[in-house]
């Protein structure tokens, strides 16, 4: 295919992905219902959900919970943070997403009580539901990391995207001076589950390639610090960016775990099998340990058996119901899968949560599984990408077989985030996609 072809391909699917679809043609008769639905709540899953469920149900009593006014479109933050994009890029009004007829409470949650089926908020109000979905995203941990704390970020060669646009955008600040004066990079991953593990290999591949296109390479050195003996959790591709990495000259360091930072001093200690190590840098790249927030492992809904210090919701892998609770649903970042804490993943997991809630309601069984879709376009350099998707299993199930090669450094792939991911995204939290 041509690259002015292609251009065209994409301008179009962008286009298609941003329009509503014609769902009255397709989409099965409402299921009448005077059901309560309470989701926890309004990022990319529980709008989404919200979305789909006020067309799949005919009476039915939808209330999502979030505090939060602010949308932030998350795989945007890599962007952000390395100056591709402004901050204002990744923000949109919450308001503008959430269908009529919803109501919106805009408190946190603090319990859940699984046997009455409430939900208490933090004002004190108590919420009964007949079904249950939880998809509050995660905490990011940034306590467990001595010496820490966000106000420290883009000050001190710390970096540290993932707290939001702002967090972003000072990450830049100091990433940006470390790609103009040189010196050690570190960049780091924690040993929980995260959302999006392709996120500090992007920042560590695009830091590198800014820093060679302004002739500073020679400047550099690059220190990857890896949580475990692997760069990703998919065997081929973490051969492929250990080969990256050889080419490019960034040095891996094996089961790593940032574990403390002393910002004045410009060093970092790190838990190893052999003990800790200390590491000085003059910009380091932090990732907190990931958790599911409080409520949920207070609440008894986690797993019992594992993830025991991460609280992630025990839910079935394929269909995302409490193994417990079977009125309580799971999606996104908080659900106690193996894989699948991006937003890509988000858009399957919504459509099985959707279709077993609406068939429980309609006094039958759903169909539809989840088998762990979770896509990472993982930025190899500026306009370059390899579009990584995979399963459970760690099979790589690609969208465009033999369009598209999933272990290749592509402008194809580049292209498809920086124009078709967004418009997907939105089309995702409209219900339409």
Same mark, same amino acid.
């Given at each position: ?99 009529? %007829? ?7 949650? @603090? +319990?859940?009580?699984?046997? /009455?089926?409430?939900?208490? &908020? =933090?004002? *004190? ?33 710390? %970096? ?7 967090? @972003? +955008?000072?990450?830049?600040? /100091?990433?940006?001076?470390? &790609? =103009?004066? *040189? ?42 610090? @890896? ?207």
């Amino acid at each position: 295919m041509k690259r002015r072809d292609f251009l065209s391909l994409a301008a179009l699917g962008a286009a298609a992905a941003a329009a509503p679809l014609r769902r009255a043609d397709a989409a099965p008769k409402p299921v009448a219902t005077s059901a309560h639905i309470v989701i926890v709540g309004a990022g990319a899953g529980g709008t989404a959900l919200a979305n789909r469920l006020v067309r799949r149900l005919d009476g039915a009593r939808i209330t999502i919970i979030d505090p939060r006014t602010t949308h932030i479109y998350q795989p945007g933050l890599t962007l952000v943070a390395t100056g591709l994009k402004p901050a204002d890029y990744v923000i949109s009004d919450e308001a503008r997403w959430l269908p009529n %007829g919803v109501e919106w409470i805009q408190s946190r949650v @603090a +319990a859940v009580d699984a046997e /009455a089926e409430t939900v208490s &908020t =933090e004002d *004190g109000t108590d919420i009964a539901y007949d079904w249950l979905v939880l998809a509050p995203g995660l905490v990011l941990d940034y306590g467990a990391i001595s010496g820490f704390s966000e106000d420290l970020i883009g000050t001190n060669g710390i %970096g540290a995207l993932y707290g939001g646009p702002d967090a @972003a +955008a000072r990450t830049w600040a /100091a990433a940006q001076r470390f &790609t =103009e004066e *040189g010196g050690r990079g570190v960049f780091t991953r924690p040993a929980t589950e995260m959302k999006c593990a392709g996120a500090p290999l992007k920042h560590t591949f695009l830091i590198d390639d800014i820093a060679r296109r302004a002739g500073n390479s020679d400047k550099l050195e690059m220190l990857y610090a @890896a949580q475990n003996d692997t760069l990703f959790g998919v065997p081929i591709v973490s051969e492929k960016v250990r080969m990256l990495f050889e080419d490019r000259g960034i040095e891996p360091v094996y089961s790593h775990v940032l574990s403390a930072i002393d910002p004045g001093a410009k060093r970092a200690t790190f838990a190893t099998p052999e003990g800790s190590a200390e590491i000085d840098y003059d910009y380091i790249h932090v990732i907190p340990p990931q958790r599911a927030p409080d409520f949920i492992r207070s609440s008894g809904l986690s797993w019992a058996d594992k993830w025991t210090d991460q609280g992630w919701v025990e839910v079935d892998m394929a269909t995302l119901r409490h193994l417990r609770y079977p009125e309580i649903f799971a999606l996104g970042d908080v659900a106690g899968v193996p894989k699948g804490k991006t937003a890509a993943s988000v858009k399957w997991q919504v459509s099985v949560v959707e279709d077993h809630l609406v068939a429980a309601i309609d006094g039958r069984e759903g169909t539809e599984t989840y088998d762990g879709y979770t896509s990472c376009p993982l930025i190899t350099r500026i306009g370059r990408a390899m579009l990584v998707e995979f399963d459970y299993h760690d099979n790589l199930v690609p969208s465009f077989p033999g369009m598209i090669a999933p272990l290749e450094e592509l402008w194809i792939s580049w292209l498809m985030k920086e124009v078709a991911l967004k418009a997907t995204y939105n089309a995702m939290l409209r219900g339409d996609a």
